[in-house]
């Protein structure tokens, strides 16, 4: 007589629940051997479930002894029972427990798969199973649309996958019609030929003619035990060698997976593009808040602090020659230089007597923007303002300013100087905020010249010599001011009558004088006889200027005087680049052709409020990271909530907790690489400016290489972690509570 394969000796099972101790059976002795087919009857309530379950290793004994084999249980761990059921125990369940989503195939080929098979060997075998249970014609039907019996038949081929000596059959036929019954409950007779195959029914008449024993049951005892047949045993008892499932597998199936279900597939997309947006549009516009507090702060000195700004000097001292811009602006990323720097930083006055505009100059060569009211200069005198739209002069009154004689005037005296009349004949509104140093005038070259020789006297010293002493403001009321004027000589020049007291018998006329100016670049000096004086009376007849009082300090000379001092050339100069993002490489090209570099944005003084908004910015995108993880989470828990009854499918199948969860990540990564490409393709539509979203594109320009790598790891994190949870919660409850929960 050959050892059982199974044996119960004294074993009870009992059900805690509210403090209410059932009885699912009580004292049950059996012994089982393979090549029986066991047909168990009884009411219901009886204890057959509960039988079957704690035989398959689904659910715990309390007392007695449970040998497998020969081989005590009752100090099996929880990893003990899920090897021997995938060793031994193969389940066909009244509800089919198949994949719905699977193809006849798949759901054959799912448990040889999770049982360490590689993809390519099983197939012959799948085939030759399918056509044993005669679905060979719906092998690649999904089971959804399948009748039940024909499921039934699917399950039984999956449960004969396995190579279990066992299989254990919970009311197989239950939802069958009496014709598909009888042809399921034949085709188990058949694989009991080298099997154990126990099978609970209510219609033992239909397996009657094939069974070689019957038990009933009734209460949680066993009521009758009765052989009706010879069987032929089977001396040598063959385990399923199962594998743990190759990584490749896992791979083919977390992707199936993704895909399968078409609904769930399009909801996990859209949190995962939920997800990517808001995580990139924060991630994005941290950067840009960075950026712009790397460019923002106060400085008493620039009033022009644009980024793409770098301040150049010569190494040597010495001024820029034609040849050195043309060498710079060689360099790719430089956009324009402007020679001299020190307008950039200056205000200019232009009016007439009723209108009044203070603004930047620059080159009009370096005018960048479009026109928006009136064209492009033609003429000498004719010029361009650019300004934000909000400008009182330029936004409101604009129609008034356009083709209107306008003046420059002296930046000391307040002057206009009439004999240069210039016209505004064209505005470009340009986005910014319209503070007070934001417009812009581009003017023309000879205009440009002369702003230079102004702007040069206001950011030298000036220092005059009367009698072999030098007075300078220092020592004198005004400040002293040089004004060319074209009507006097060269070597001549006309001081106020206010400085008489200088020189020698209170009269200056025909005294030599030297005017010396410095500046940190440069000092030069000129000499000159003083050939008139002017007072009250005579200076409009002299100088065309009514004003006395503003302007006593001031010295008149001739033009050709005036550029000896001025025109000097330029000892500094600004490069503007193209990219602001690559300023540093250009810097960098800058330093090695021999100039002496200032980032304008360095320039700046910071101030500490800002470094606290980078620290509050910083806690927001973590805060949100965390928020948006647990919306996704729930979101998608509730998504895979319909995916329960697939994991325990797969847990009674022999999937580990660790397998599930594996399959899990490898489907949720998969949908955030779906995800992330779309997004990707959504940003280069942008790129190419097939579609024209603004948040898109504060993400191009903001977020970096590593950026992109870093949101990527932040969202397949997220994905492992509610895998975690998933897989957690899943393998909480014991697989049968999941099983009758979800049935
Ligand atoms: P059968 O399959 O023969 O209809 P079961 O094995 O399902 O009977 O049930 C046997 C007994 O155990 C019944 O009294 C039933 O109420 C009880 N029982 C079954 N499952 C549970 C459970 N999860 N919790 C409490 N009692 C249970
Ligand atoms: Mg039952």
Do not use: W
């Amino acid at each position: 007589m050959e050892k059982s394969i199974i044996k119960l000796k004294n074993v009870s099972k009992f059900y805690y629940s509210k403090g209410v101790i059932a009885s699912g059976f009580s004292r049950i002795n059996l012994e089982f051997k393979i090549g029986e087919f066991v047909a168990i009857t009884g009411e219901s309530g009886s204890g057959k479930s509960t039988l079957l379950n704690v035989i398959s290793g689904l659910d715990s004994y309390e007392e007695g002894e449970m040998y497998i084999n020969g081989e005590e249980t009752s100090h099996y761990t929880e990893e003990d029972f899920e090897d021997y059921r995938r060793k031994y125990i193969g389940n066909i369940f009244q509800s089919f427990n198949l994949v719905n989503s699977y193809t006849v195939y798949q759901n054959i080929e799912l448990v040889m798969l999770l049982n360490g098979a590689k993809k390519k060997e099983v197939k012959d075998k799948v085939l030759e199973l399918i056509r044993k249970v005669d679905l060979y014609k719906f092998r690649n039907t999904k089971v959804s649309k399948l009748s039940g019996g024909q499921k039934q038949r699917v399950a039984i081929a999956r449960a004969l996958a396995k190579d279990t000596p066992i299989i254990i059959a919970d009311e197989p036929t239950g939802n069958l019609d009496s014709r598909s019954s009888k042809s399921i409950l034949k085709l188990l007779s058949e694989i009991a030929k080298d099997k154990l195959v126990i099978v609970v029914t209510h219609n033992y008449e239909d397996v009657e003619e094939y069974v070689t024993r019957k038990i009933k049951m009734h209460d949680g005892k066993v009521l009758e035990d009765k052989k009706i047949r010879d069987y032929k045993e089977v001396s040598n008892i063959k385990e399923n060698n199962y594998k743990d499932i190759s990584f490749l597998s896992k791979i083919r199936l977390g992707i199936r997976n993704t895909f399968n279900v078409l609904p769930k597939f399009l909801l996990v997309l859209l949190v995962y593009l939920f997800v990517v947006t808001s995580l990139m549009s924060e991630y994005a516009s941290f950067r840009e808040e960075e950026h712009l507090e790397s460019i923002s702060g106060y400085n008493g000195y620039f009033l022009d602090n644009d980024e793409d700004r770098i301040v150049l000097k010569k190494n040597d001292g010495t001024s820029f020659s034609e040849e050195d811009y043309n060498d710079i602006l060689k360099i790719d990323n430089v956009d324009y230089v402007m020679k001299n720097d020190l307008l950039l930083d200056t205000m200019i006055n232009i009016s007439d007597n009723d209108y009044y505009l203070s603004t930047r100059v620059n080159s009009i060569d370096n005018f960048r923007g479009k026109i928006d009211i009136g064209k492009m200069p033609e003429e000498e005198s004719e010029v361009v303002i650019a300004g934000s739209k909000n400008d009182y002069y330029i936004g409101y009154m604009a129609n008034e300013i356009l083709d209107r004689e306008l003046y420059l005037t002296d930046m000391y005296t307040g002057e206009m100087d009439k004999s240069n009349p210039i016209k505004i004949v064209g505005i470009s509104y340009t986005d910014s905020k319209g503070y007070y140093s934001d417009d812009v005038i581009y003017v023309n070259n000879s205009i440009m010249e002369s702003l230079t020789y102004e702007v040069n006297q206001v950011y030298s010293k000036i220092k005059v010599l009367f009698q072999n002493k030098y007075y300078d403001s220092s020592n004198y009321d005004n400040n002293f001011r040089i004004i060319p004027k074209r009507n006097i000589d060269e070597g001549n020049a006309y001081i106020s009558s206010d400085l008489n007291y200088l020189c020698k018998n209170y009269n200056c006329i025909g005294t030599d004088i030297s005017i010396d100016a410095e500046n940190i670049y440069y000092k030069e000096s000129i000499n000159l006889k003083v050939n008139k004086t002017y007072d009250k009376k005579n200076i409009e007849s002299l100088t065309g200027i009514k004003d006395y009082e503003s302007i006593s300090g001031v010295i008149f000379i001739s033009s050709t005087d005036y550029n000896k001092l001025y025109s000097k050339g330029n000892f500094q100069s600004s490069v503007f680049v193209k990219n602001v993002h690559n300023i540093d490489n250009t810097i960098k090209l800058l330093n090695d052709r021999g100039y002496s570099t200032l980032k304008i944005t360095d320039a700046l003084v910071k101030l500490d409020a800002l470094a606290a908004i980078r620290i509050f910015k910083t806690i927001v995108t973590v805060i949100l990271a965390v928020v948006l993880f647990f919306i996704s989470y729930f979101v998608i828990k509730v998504i895979l909530k319909s995916r329960n009854i697939y994991f325990t499918t797969i847990r009674m199948l022999g999937s580990s907790k660790k397998v599930s969860r594996q399959i899990l990540i490898i489907e949720l990564i998969n949908d955030a690489n779906i995800a992330y490409l779309l997004f990707g393709v959504f940003l280069l539509l942008n790129y190419f400016g097939v579609i024209n979203i603004s948040f898109a594109h504060t993400i191009i320009e903001y977020m970096k290489g590593n950026d992109y790598v870093l949101l990527y790891l932040v969202l397949v994190m997220m994905s492992y972690l509610i895998s975690n949870r998933f897989a957690r919660k899943i393998f909480k409850d014991s697989a049968m509570k999941v099983l009758k929960e979800e049935v």
